[in-house]
């Protein structure tokens, strides 16, 4: 109150010498935005990591421990074999003979095949260059890579790939990470449509592709040393990713944010 | 990939121009905080006792509506996860008060005092909605009621 009734006064208070405007103001913190930004983000990303190197794992070692017949209830509940039927003309059957006797060499040259699925192989129509596989083990050559194949060696390589997915039980695994990690995610409560949660949903998918470029070595691994073992050289393996860099001519640096490695680095690894 | 580039670049651009803002806008508000020293003078008690007499009692109110950045709002959102101090949101609430006391302030420029000031704030946008896009908007109120005395 005497401050008060001093201000009032106004011609005995010389406010020149009372001015004191607070130069430092201490409602806002010293912390800079940039620094709190990436304290921040780099927590963030390293919880994310974090919850899907768990989720690797954990399905790692429930998936590998997991015995065939739990995993064909699983494939006979997943499966969805939607290929479109497509008549196969005489050269198709051909083909298609030829590859179910490779498939023969290829079980006996790893026996442990034996025991798994008859591998029923197909054609589909499209152009692309692939061969897929279905969780029920169906295996799908498309129309392109059979036109391209020239050499049975060739054709081994190809197919001891995608047999080494089902052999790994890489579908079930990434579905199974993925099961995991997007609990994981929705628990947290981030909200949809918050930037959180976009920023998650970008880490999971590099992670995605990450994790798929793992397993695609691992089956490129497989399947030279089964053509290696049956023909003796890993001839017909250089020579498919040849073929391969050939028809995509993309640059380096998009493999990075591909399913697949590029031919380059596959021929660089199976080739030690 | 393309949402990330996205994102940096949104980044990069509301930060630089958000920073400007922000440093501007500090500026502005203490200059005429300076210019304003003198008169009137902002009492928050209820009483006030002089032997002046009253010319005038007014009721006067600054207000500002106040909104973060993308940037502001990124690293909230990240902060709102781990919790803790709002950094980034502390610099807009000092800029809203303060703005809003100068703006009543100027608003009673012939007065000799402010009392009774009092100072509100409210959220604008709803915060119960989680599905829309969550916008930090806050409004800020100071009120008081300005004594002018005859001179």
């Known amino acids: 109150m005497e401050l008060l009734s001093l201000m009032n006064d106004e011609e005995n208070y010389n406010f020149e010498t009372q001015i004191n405007i607070i130069e430092d103001n201490v409602n806002v913190s010293k912390t800079s935005d940039i620094k709190e930004f990436f304290i921040l983000t780099t927590g963030f990303i390293m919880l994310a990591c974090g919850i899907f190197f ?88 498309t129309k392109g890579i059979i036109k391209e194949l020239k050499t049975d060696d060739q054709k081994t390589f190809v197919l001891a790939h995608e047999i080494a997915h089902y052999k790994h039980r890489d579908h079930l695994k990434t579905i199974g990470r993925s099961i995991l990690a997007l609990t994981t995610i929705n628990l947290m ?48 393996a250089i020579d498919f990713f040849k073929l391969i860099e050939k028809k995509q001519n993309l640059p380096e640096f998009i493999h990075y944010f591909s399913t697949h490695p590029s031919p380059a680095k596959r021929i660089q690894l199976i080739s030690e | 990939m393309g949402d990330i580039i996205l994102i940096l670049l949104l980044l990069g651009i509301t930060y630089a121009t958000g920073s400007i803002l922000e440093k501007n806008h500090f500026k502005n508000i203490k200059q005429r905080e300076i210019a304003l020293v ?101 409004a800020v109120i100071a009120y008081g009621t300005a004594i002018t005395y005859e001179r």
């Open chain 2, 38 to 138: 003198k008169k009137p003078v902002v009492s928050f008690g209820k009483k006030l006792t002089t032997d002046k007499k009253v010319k005038k009692v007014e009721f006067v109110t600054g207000e500002v509506v106040i909104s973060g950045d993308y940037f502001k709002t990124f690293v909230s959102s990240f902060r709102n996860f781990f919790g803790g101090r709002m950094v980034s949101f502390e610099s807009l609430m000092d800029r809203a008060r303060r703005e809003a006391i100068l703006r009543m302030r100027e608003k009673a420029k012939n007065a000799n005092i402010i009392v009774n000031t009092r100072l509100e704030s409210t959220m604008l946008n709803n915060c119960d909605d989680t599905s829309n896009n969550q916008l930090p908007q806050v």
């Open chain 1, 189 to 236: 409560g981030l909200g949809e449509s918050q930037i959180t949660t976009k920023i998650m949903y970008s880490i999971y998918d590099i992670n995605n592709l990450q994790y798929s470029q793992k397993q695609e070595i691992a089956a490129d691994l497989y399947a030279n040393n089964l053509v290696k073992k049956i023909y003796g050289t890993n001839k017909g």
């Open chain 1, 54 to 141: 768990v989720s690797d794992v954990a399905m790692q070692i429930f998936i590998n421990n997991m015995s065939y017949q739990t995993q064909v209830k699983i494939e006979n509940f997943l499966n969805s074999n939607n290929e479109t039927t497509y008549k196969y003309n005489e050269i198709d059957q051909k083909e298609i003979n030829k590859l179910n006797e490779i498939k023969k060499e290829i079980i006996i040259a790893d026996p442990q095949l034996k025991n798994l699925k008859d591998f029923k192989i197909g054609i589909s129509k499209e152009e692309e260059l692939n061969a897929y596989i279905y969780p029920n083990g169906d295996i799908y050559f």
